[in-house]
């Protein structure tokens, strides 16, 4: 074999294998870093929406507490029973979780809850605040003029699954959390998923919605109906293609080809050491 040509040759491989890695680290490093370009977005302070508040869903748990000056006059409105989320209606009391003047509620399928002395009360698409509202008018207009009652979500459910460190679901207490917090819950992603196409899923008015997130665009982050989670969201990660195509015929040519050439080069390298 011409010296000359093994020479051309070993230079082609080193040149086409550099290449390669070069162009590789370029592309991994611009589609790895999360909402480029923030900083300039944000140059100019900008208020921050405060659409968080969590929309109430069948079979979500709500502490709610009724407060007076007379102490004795809400003790009927709290008085520790829980509505069994699996009944169809009506009151179906159990011992709650007494803890700080709270009574838990679960919300049944029709989205409603029976409270002590109110009865029946429709809270399903309601935010806290609005429920809180609801009773205390109600009481207020026929019981206690001075009453305050305060409602919580207990903890909803967030489900991440897909190429990240930690996939599952997981419970989250508070009424605020937005999708970069539930992914840094989560473990964040690894290093071979895809930044660009996150899926959320969520359940809006008895349907299922799906919405996309490029996380490396800020205003694609966001600017998303996503960006704060609700109850039962779902966010899915995918992997890049190399992941995806791994083990298949394919991409198992690609990984023997490419050892072939690299065992090639190697052997060239040797022979041309021995002809000098």
């Not at 748990?61 to 809400?74: G, N, P, R």
């Not at 409603?112 to 399903?124: A, E, M």
């Not at 840094?184 to 992603?189: I, N, Q, S, T, Y």
Request: with cysteine.
């Amino acid at each position: 074999m011409n010296k000359d040509y093994m020479k051309n040759f070993f230079g082609l491989c080193l040149l086409i294998i550099t290449t390669i890695l070069f162009c590789t680290s370029c592309v991994s490093n611009k589609e790895m870093t999360y909402v480029q370009g923030v900083d300039s977005l944000f140059a100019a302070p900008k208020g921050i929406a405060k659409d968080y508040g969590l929309i109430i869903q069948p079979d979500d748990q709500l502490a709610i507490s009724v407060s007076s000056k007379d102490k004795e006059l809400i003790e009927p409105f709290n008085n520790g029973t829980v509505i069994n989320s699996g009944a169809s209606g009506g009151s179906y009391g159990s011992q709650a979780n007494l803890q700080s003047g709270m009574t838990y509620f679960y919300v049944n399928k029709e989205g409603t809850i029976d409270f002590p002395i109110l009865g029946r009360i429709k809270v399903k698409g309601l935010t806290i605040d609005q429920v809180s509202q609801e009773i205390q008018k109600q009481i207020r207009a026929s019981y206690i003029t001075d009453a305050m009652v305060t409602t919580k979500i207990m903890s909803f459910k967030i489900t991440v699954l897909g190429d990240v460190a930690n996939p599952g679901t997981q419970s989250y207490t508070g009424q605020r959390l937005t999708m970069l917090e539930a992914i840094g819950r989560a473990g964040d992603l690894n290093n071979t998923a895809v930044r660009k196409n996150v899926l959320i899923v969520r359940e809006e008015n008895g349907k299922r919605v799906t919405y996309r997130v490029d996380l490396t665009n800020p205003e694609s982050v966001f600017g998303s109906p996503a960006y704060y989670m609700q109850q039962n969201d779902l966010i899915y990660v995918e992997s890049n293609k190399a992941v995806k195509v791994k083990g298949s015929t394919s991409y198992t040519y690609l990984t023997v080809s490419g050892t072939l050439v690299s065992m090639a080069a190697s052997v060239i390298s040797l022979i041309i050491a021995l002809n000098k």
